[in-house]
């Protein structure tokens, strides 16, 4: 397969990404937005989708930002990490004063891969780099910034929580599901139900052996991007 072919392969995938998850998203979430720009003092970009929400934890405003990266392949994971961090320090940010909203308490960012062997293969190989890249981050502020998560070692603080996961996506098997009966989604509960369509890779702070025992349990079914493209355009064939 040429570069330009595969290009459009990749592409074409990651559009169908983009699609059965907004699709899914949007029976059971409000909020979900698609392609997010950001300019943050220069520092530039757009979020694939972005879902913003508040819940009510022991009488505070608890204001949740997620955001979720799509990818259908893994081509230079230096680059895919730098991407994720600046998504990860920036956006927020700019989200914040954009819109006119508080700190928020919560900042999930959902690095969604295509459920290749392909890319299970490459996070395999460099679990170690993801771990170093991934570990949660909290940070402080102090109570007279309003509507964040309090911190229960400290009354007189609260933390803002940091957490990348990473998920392996099947666009066919969630295009699948029937949403009535298989799935149970709360909007304070993480965003997906845990069923094949939707499988994490997440405590960053474990060891790399549990980690990559984790991992071994959730190896994808779909060889690479182009069997995967076979299999959904049969399926969407049979459903006309």
């Given at each position: 397969?040429n570069?330009a072919?595969?290009?459009?392969l990749?592409?074409?995938v990651h559009a169908?990404?983009i699609?059965?998850l ?8 409000n909020?979900?937005e698609?392609e ?10 757009s979020?694939d989708l972005?879902e ?6 022991s009488?505070i405003?608890h204001q949740?930002l997620r955001?979720?990266e799509l990818?259908?392949?893994i081509?230079?994971l230096e680059e895919l990490?730098r991407?994720l ?8 940010r700019?989200?914040e004063?954009?819109?006119g909203?508080?700190?928020?308490g ?10 290749t ?13 993801f ?6 981050i ?9 509507s964040?998560t309090r ?5 007189n ?8 996961w990473?998920?392996?996506?099947d666009?066919?098997?969630v295009?699948?599901l029937?949403?009535s009966?298989?799935?149970f989604?709360?909007?304070?509960d993480r965003?997906?139900?845990?069923s094949s369509?939707?499988r994490?890779?997440e405590?960053w702070?474990n060891?790399?052996d549990d980690l ?5 349990l959730?190896k994808p ?6 069997e995967?493209l076979q ?5 969407v064939s049979s459903?006309d």
């Amino acid at each position: 397969m040429n570069e330009a072919l595969s290009n459009t392969l990749y592409d074409e995938v990651h559009a169908i990404m983009i699609k059965e998850l907004l699709t899914f998203f949007k029976k059971n979430l409000n909020d979900i937005e698609s392609e997010v720009p950001y300019n943050f003092y220069g520092n530039r970009g757009s979020v694939d989708l972005v879902e913003y929400g508040a819940m009510n934890i022991s009488g505070i405003s608890h204001q949740y930002l997620r955001m979720y990266e799509l990818e259908s392949r893994i081509p230079r994971l230096e680059e895919l990490i730098r991407k994720l961090k600046d998504r990860m320090e920036y956006f927020p940010r700019c989200f914040e004063k954009e819109r006119g909203l508080p700190k928020l308490g919560e900042i999930h960012l959902f690095l969604v891969l295509l459920g290749t062997i392909e890319n299970w293969k490459v996070v395999d190989k460099y679990l170690l780099n993801f771990k170093s890249a991934f570990t949660r981050i909290n940070k402080i502020f102090p109570t007279d910034i309003l509507s964040k998560t309090r911190e229960p070692a400290n009354d007189n603080f609260y933390a803002q929580i940091k957490r990348i996961w990473l998920v392996f996506f099947d666009p066919l098997k969630v295009r699948q599901l029937d949403t009535s009966v298989e799935l149970f989604l709360r909007k304070g509960d993480r965003p997906f139900h845990r069923s094949s369509a939707f499988r994490y890779l997440e405590s960053w702070s474990n060891s790399i052996d549990d980690l990559r025992s984790k991992l071994e349990l959730i190896k994808p079914r779909f060889s690479d991007a182009k069997e995967f493209l076979q299999a959904y355009q049969r399926y969407v064939s049979s459903q006309d």
